[in-house]
């Protein structure tokens, strides 16, 4: 659009140049044009925007709140009720009186009547019949085995022996024994001292002869029978169940029926018609 108005107004501006010149000059040629130079400009332009934002306003609202007013308003109502009419109606009676009439009643009567009839009479026969039974019977047969038989074998082994051996000691004892001892003693009445003897108690060292047991452990050898076990193989005898087939004949009880005319006596109803 802007390119448009200046190309507009460059042409403007020449033809206005022009007419001048065609009026004074006659004679001279028409000027050629002005020659239109385009060129490419950043044109800045501006445009306004609009932008919502809420804030909080405070605001009076009026609204309808329903209320409830006791109003007396009078208000005209049918109210039933009841009274006694005389009506007249027609009703059905019944009356019974005694009709003759006449209808067939079927009757039945029993006639006696001779018929046969088949019937199938069971007999039972022995038939004889053959076959194969398995008759047990015992053979014997040496099979060998291997058992494990005990035995006794005598080993030599060491064994510890504790012994208690009495061994005499001798340690010396302090023993308490009797000493005659000589004293010089003062006579009381004549007031003379003499020697007297005197038994006073005396320890002494003696030597004792003492028994103190020793425990002395030994190594000895001992032959100890050993139990074990070894196998042998041993022949044996036995008896092995077996089975024969054998052909035997018995009679067999056979259930059949043979056809048999009877002759029997049967009442059989008649309907005649009576009035």
């Known amino acids: 659009m802007c390119r448009f108005l200046i190309c507009l107004a460059a042409l403007i501006a020449a033809g206005a140049a022009a007419a001048p010149a065609e009026a004074t000059w006659s004679c001279l040629p028409a000027p050629m044009p002005v020659p239109i130079r385009y060129e490419y400009q950043t044109v800045t332009k501006y445009r306004t925007e609009y932008r919502t934002e809420y804030k909080d306003v405070q605001r ?70 053959q076959k194969k039974v398995l008759v047990p019977g ?12 005990p035995e006794t074998r005598l080993e030599q082994q060491t064994r510890p022996v504790t012994t208690v051996r009495q061994v005499a000691e001798t340690h010396k004892q302090k023993v308490v024994t009797a ?12 007031g003379l001292s003499r020697l007297v003897c005197q038994v006073v108690p005396q320890v002494k060292e003696v030597d004792v002869a003492t028994v103190r047991p020793v425990v002395e ?17 041993r022949a044996e005898t036995v008896k092995v169940p077996t089975l024969r087939e054998e052909v035997r004949t018995e009679k067999v009880p056979v259930q059949t029926v043979r056809p048999v005319k009877q002759a029997y006596n049967v009442s059989v109803p008649v309907i005649c018609g009576c009035k």
């Open 179 to 190: 000493a005659t001892v000589t004293a010089a003693f003062c006579d009381p009445c004549t």
């Open 217 to 233: 452990q030994r190594l000895e050898k001992v032959t100890v029978a050993v139990p074990s076990v070894r196998q042998e193989k």
């Open 138 to 149: 015992v053979k014997e047969e040496v099979r060998e085995r291997i058992v494990t038989v």
């Open 60 to 129: 009076t609202v009026k609204r309808l709140v329903p209320e409830t007013v006791f109003q007396e308003a009078q208000e005209t109502v049918k109210v039933p009720y009841y009274r006694e009419e005389t009506r007249q109606k027609t009703v059905m009676v019944p009356v019974t009186k005694m009709v003759s009439r006449t209808y067939e009643v079927p009757k039945t009567e029993w006639v006696l009547q001779s018929r046969e009839k088949t019937v199938l009479v069971p007999e039972t026969q022995l038939v004889e019949k």
